[in-house]
């Protein structure tokens, strides 16, 4: 049973629209990370968070949002959806000096 | 050079062959070390930690080597169902949270 949980975990919507991927996790961990990979390269970080209140980030430049007013939830918001922002999103959560707990991923597509 | 280095791959093995995966770190502060595994279309999950020891997990054997700061990765007696990418991860620093990931290694194991 997954304890991270990531909704949708397909989407397909028009460009221009406005979304938001879920991520939510039950093991208490304060950090979270969103992850993006396109089919057959390698996962990029776009933003983490390292407890209530704590966005930053990640090495890619991407232009969603985030925020972090629930430990459990951490939500990745895109205002204006792009072709070029297809690809899947992956959430992680992890405690300190241990490997992350992924969720499914969200696999968008944007026509 | 970058943080964590792979070589992609793939490696085509038959079945039953052993196969070996090395990862080199460019940090030598790195405190902890894993392999994931990541299936197709399919979010990565923890395979196992790499301990300075070394550890062992059935057929598989995770190996670190600080002095040439590198940690490998042997399968045994190699299994169909062993087919997918497996990525190095390496937590830099001490009370790091951040994983870096490799790029992957794949691996296809033949009938």
């Known amino acids: 049973e997954a304890d991270i949980y990531q909704t949708p975990r397909y989407l397909v919507i028009g460009t221009g629209k406005k979304i938001t991927l879920e991520c939510s996790q039950t093991?208490?961990?304060?950090?979270m990370y969103w992850y993006q990979q396109d089919p057959g390269m390698e996962l990029h970080l776009i933003h983490y968070?390292?407890?209530?209140?704590?966005?930053e980030k990640g090495d890619l430049s991407s232009e969603s949002t985030v925020s972090r007013i629930r430990t459990e939830h951490f939500p990745l918001t895109l205002e204006s959806a792009r072709p070029s922002h297809t690809s899947q999103y992956l959430c992680?959560?992890?405690?300190?000096?241990?490997?992350?707990?992924f969720g499914s991923g969200t696999r968008l597509t944007v026509v | 050079r970058k943080e964590v280095e792979q070589d992609p791959g793939p490696f085509n093995v038959p079945e039953g062959a052993t196969v070996a995966f090395n990862c080199t770190y460019s940090?030598?502060?790195?405190?902890?070390f894993f392999w994931y595994r990541q299936d197709c279309r399919k979010e990565p999950k923890l395979l196992m930690s790499?301990?300075?020891s070394g550890n062992e997990d059935g057929r598989f054997t995770a190996q670190l080597n600080r002095a040439s700061q590198y940690i490998s990765l042997l399968i045994r007696d190699s299994k169909l169902s062993d087919s997918a990418t497996y990525l190095c991860?390496?937590?830099?620093?001490?009370?790091?949270?951040?994983?870096?990931f490799g790029k992957g290694t794949k691996l296809s194991v033949i009938p």
């Open positions: 093991m208490g961990h304060d950090k």
């Open positions: 940090n030598s502060a790195s405190q902890s």
């Open positions: 968070s390292y407890g209530v209140n704590s966005t």
């Open positions: 790499v301990y300075s």
């Open positions: 992680a959560s992890s405690v300190q000096n241990y490997g992350y707990t």
């Open positions: 991860v390496v937590i830099s620093g001490a009370g790091s949270y951040q994983l870096t």
